[in-house]
């Protein structure tokens, strides 16, 4: 069955123009908002505990614009996975390119957080500065798994490590000058994690970026995909100075603080159907999400 439904996403790639994937997958998008209760609820919960002060109308909107824009994202996705390199161009396009260029061979991070174009701002980045190195999370499905990641190395001979490798590979791709593509603002569990706000609440949040600029010495510049203007738009921002500080909390605060600030200006484009909030402080029962 997975073959088969890769295969469908292969033949509308091939026979459907960008502007047509994107509708298509707008509608799918939302008829999963309105078919898929369980998934609907998750974004709700984000979106009421991270916006109280709108109404259930006005986040139902959000939702529902989220699920479009998802929706979207992962039709046009499928350009990363068989386009060539014009065609990915082509979709894609950079700001703020005068942020990263003095870093490139230094020891770089950039911070990619889950908005929804992650995955073909990270293939554009790729393709323009590869080699680089970044961390993946393994999808269950092996076939999909496969996919996904031959997207992310197929534009240069780039280093992906698994979560399930550590972080020593990774410190060593940086210190010989690769750029790290890192995505740290998802509830990984407890481990390497402390609470800080995320828009207000108690968040499970690694620590990882911190950690590792200052095991490395390398640079943090935010490297942000929104969809703008019938595009994806990677945006680099300026270099974060005085980070790392003393205070690593104080660091991972900055992080989600910052994080906040982009999910403002498009929140329907951050990824609220993943359960940021599932890990919860001690002595807290039962799950926000309601199972």
């Not at 998008?29 to 609820?41: D, K, P, S, T, V």
């Not at 939702?63 to 046009?76: S, V, Y």
């Not at 970044?134 to 698994?162: Q, V």
Request: aromatic share 12%.
């Amino acid at each position: 069955m997975t073959r088969l439904w890769i295969g469908l996403l292969r033949l509308l790639h091939a026979i459907l123009p960008l502007a047509g994937l994107a509708w298509l997958g707008e509608t799918l998008g939302g008829l999963l908002h309105a078919f898929a209760r369980e998934r609907r609820q998750v974004v709700l919960t984000n979106l009421r505990l991270c916006f109280p002060d709108l109404s259930e109308a006005e986040r139902t909107a959000l939702g529902r614009a989220h699920f479009r824009t998802l929706g979207r994202a992962t039709l046009l996705e499928t350009v990363s996975w068989w386009g060539d390199r014009a065609e990915v161009e082509h979709l894609t396009r950079f700001e703020g390119l005068e942020h990263v260029r003095p870093h490139i061979g230094k020891p770089l991070i950039w911070l990619a957080p889950h908005f929804v174009g992650l995955n073909i701002g990270g293939v554009r980045v790729t393709a323009e500065f590869a080699p680089i190195v970044s961390l993946y999370a393994r999808i269950k499905n092996p076939h999909f798994d496969r996919l996904m990641l031959n997207a992310r190395t197929r534009f240069g001979d780039s280093e992906m490590y698994s979560r399930h490798d550590g972080i020593k590979p990774v410190i060593r791709a940086i210190r010989k000058g690769l750029p790290f593509y890192y995505l740290p603002d998802m509830d990984y569990g407890r481990k390497d994690a402390i609470f800080v706000p995320f828009f207000g609440v108690p968040a499970a949040t690694i620590t990882g970026l911190a950690r590792i600029a200052k095991a490395t010495g390398a640079v943090v510049v935010p490297c942000i995909t929104r969809w703008q203007d019938g595009q994806f738009v990677t945006r680099f921002y300026p270099a974060w100075e005085d980070y790392p500080g003393a205070d690593v909390e104080a660091d991972t605060r900055r992080m989600n603080a910052f994080i906040e600030d982009r999910i403002r200006e498009m929140p329907e484009q951050y990824f609220w159907l993943h359960k940021r909030f599932k890990t919860q402080p001690e002595g807290n029962k039962g799950s926000l999400y309601g199972h």
